[in-house]
């Protein structure tokens, strides 16, 4: 065929803008006004579709995950005594957050077997087991299973009520669907296994591993992660203290599950089953022995952190010392006890409310390891060793003799201890008496202060200067308010016990006073470490010449003086007496070659102990008892 030919049989070509003239086709008209038709309706229906399922959810209100997401609970604060012991919890809600690689491995998986098997399978709903539980509540006529999953269950507990409804059900699986997708199978996990309520107010797997067992979830036993894993069902009904048969039954469903999930052998299994139980003590609150040492704890805790301790999730390591607490407990209510029965024996009327007070201290660096603030904490949680300020009586006097010391006098220094009347204290003469009303006439300084000499005493700070002894003291820590006149001598000053018995660290030790610690760390949940008073600065009181007089002369007090009820302690090595008028004080201050100690016994109400009740008589058995009990430690 020629060219010619080729190209006269292509179609002639359309020219631009030409438009088709005949008739179209009228089944092809309909069909396409059909299908547009068809598509607008397609498009309305999909619309209204999409805007009807947007607004339901929007009637749902369905919460915002970021709270899972940025999970920060609040967690206890954990108190611990010098030993690392814990000795009280404070909370809103007992918990203690801990990363998944601190608990032992077998803990997560015992939750898993027990609770959502198929866990790390699932899209955070459990299609198979939604359906069987539906199958048994239709069944049993009821709502009784949910099929939840560990998903499920963080979405309850953080994002929605416990109400068991069809709405709420619905929500938490459009939830546990979205945490699913935005966070790890194991972020979720360490999220149920902190916030999971297991009974006795613990919320979480470490907390509870505290209070049941006494120990952190990094050394739980297998048994005892099966019995933790049975809890969340119904920890009341399961709880370890009070129907551990039943827990044991659940116990052994964990551990079945386990076998089956391939997380543990059979063998291994029915080892933890016939495993020994052994439970810790049921509560690990702070007791009436300790309960005034702790309460000193969290004020200075509260004062560092800025925030309540119940949220703080703080760890706060003290200097308690539990074996000196309980003996100091014990001290205190059996001096009390026995000023009623030599008061009784007197056929005197005896005061209820008689209370005491203890301090100790460890002499070289100023950690309080014991407080009594009372006979008993739980009927009146007022402290009477750090809050009330009572007269120190005689336990003051050795601040006079040792400025006289620092002045250049001695020991062995001449004073006068007859009677005196001096004008100008008091709306009239005053006039200073000795105890029973003996005086010595001339004496020395040394056995002034072995036997009290109040006449004495007062001879002395009238030579040495009242503002002098006021320096004195106050480098002691018992300032600012001192009172300013010649009664200062015999102890009208107002203090603590804690102050008293800080105030003879300088005799006690090496001449310097360091203020009294309780807390040695405080670790913030991030891990910072907050040593809130390591950095106190010591403070030279007396100079080394004077100490050395001023020990003999203490030492004097326990072996020819008032203090000899002290004597027989090993290594006591000096201290004071202490009486107020009318017996409404009795104070005994003292120290060993480690500890000082300070005590006080008297009534809140400042009634009369009763004739006899002094500070060589009342206060320093307490002493005596207490230092026995601890030097035998």
Avoid at 109 to 127: N, S, T
Avoid at 511 to 523: A, K, L
Wanted: aromatic share 8%; hydrophobic share 40%.
């Amino acid at each position: 065929m020629s060219e010619a030919t080729l190209s006269s049989a292509k179609p002639a070509e359309e020219k631009p803008g030409a438009r088709e003239t005949g008739p179209r086709d009228p089944r092809r008209v309909y069909g396409e006004s059909h299908i547009n038709g068809f598509l607008l309706i397609l498009c309305l229906v999909q619309t209204l579709f999409v805007g009807g399922l947007l607004f339901f959810l929007d009637s749902l209100k369905i919460p915002d995950i970021d709270a899972v997401a940025g999970y920060s609970p609040s967690q206890a604060t954990i108190i611990y005594d010098g030993a690392g012991k814990i000795v009280d919890r404070v909370f809103v809600e007992d918990r203690t957050v801990v990363p998944l690689e601190n608990m032992v491995p077998l803990l997560p998986k015992a939750f898993i077997a027990a609770e959502d098997g198929r866990y790390y399978e699932h899209p955070g709903l459990d299609l198979f087991s939604v359906l069987r539980a539906a199958i048994n509540n239709i069944l049993s006529g009821a709502r009784s299973q949910g099929g939840s999953t560990i998903t499920q269950q963080v979405i309850k507990s953080l994002l929605l009520t416990p109400e068991k409804t069809y709405i709420r059900k619905f929500k938490e699986a459009i939830l546990a669907w979205r945490i699913d997708k935005l966070m790890t199978k194991d972020e979720i996990l360490h999220i149920y296994l902190s916030q999971i309520y297991l009974g006795e107010g613990a919320y979480g797997v470490e907390a509870a591993a505290r209070i049941y067992f006494g120990k952190s979830a990094a050394r739980l036993s297998l048994a005892e992660c099966a019995l933790l894993a049975g809890l969340p069902q119904a920890p009341n009904r399961y709880s370890l203290f009070d129907h551990l048969e039943r827990a044991v039954e659940r116990q052994k469903y964990v551990l079945e599950r386990m076998v089956a999930e391939g997380f543990v052998s059979e063998a291994e299994a029915r080892a933890a089953a016939q495993a020994e139980i052994v439970l810790n003590s049921r509560s690990q609150r702070a007791n009436d022995d300790n309960g005034h040492y702790l309460e000193v704890v969290k004020r200075r805790a509260r004062a560092i952190l800025g925030i309540p301790l119940q949220s703080a999730g703080a760890k706060i390591y003290t200097h308690l010392d539990s074996s000196f607490q309980e003996a100091a407990a014990l001290a205190v209510r059996s001096g009390v006890r026995a000023s009623f029965s030599r008061q009784i024996k007197r056929g005197m009327e005896v005061d209820p409310f008689l209370q005491g007070g203890l301090v100790c201290i460890e002499t070289a660096t100023g950690r309080v390891l014991a407080t009594v603030g009372g006979i008993s904490y739980s009927l009146s949680p007022f402290d009477r060793a750090t809050q009330a300020r009572r007269p120190a009586g005689s336990t003051f006097k050795p601040f006079v003799f040792a400025t006289a010391l620092e002045q250049g006098w001695s020991a062995n220094s001449p004073i006068d201890d007859s009677p005196l009347t001096i004008s100008g204290v008091g709306r009239s003469p005053w006039s200073p008496k000795n105890y029973g009303g003996v005086y010595h006439g001339p004496t020395t300084l040394g056995d002034a202060l072995t036997h009290s000499l109040n006449a004495a005493t007062v001879r002395l700070i009238q030579l040495v200067g009242v503002k002098e002894v006021q320096k004195m003291a106050t480098r002691a820590g018992l300032g600012p308010k001192l009172p300013n006149n010649l009664t200062l001598a015999l102890g009208t000053a107002e203090v603590t016990v804690l102050q008293m018995t800080a105030a003879y660290l300088p005799f006690a030790g090496d001449g310097t006073y360091v203020e009294p610690s309780f807390i040695d760390r405080i670790v913030l949940p991030d891990g910072v470490v907050l040593r809130p008073e390591a950095g106190r600065k010591r403070q030279r009181v007396l100079s080394p010449t004077s100490l050395a007089q001023m020990r003999n002369m203490l030492m004097s007090v326990i072996t020819d003086g008032t203090g000899k009820a002290v004597a027989e302690v090993p290594g006591a090595a000096g201290g004071k007496t202490g009486t107020t008028d009318d017996y409404k004080d009795a104070w005994f201050v003292g120290y060993d070659t480690r500890h000082t100690t300070g005590v006080w016994l008297g009534n809140d109400g400042n009634e009369p102990m009763g004739t006899g009740e002094s500070g060589g008589t009342a206060a320093a058995p307490v002493w005596r008892d207490f230092m026995l009990a601890v030097s035998a430690r």
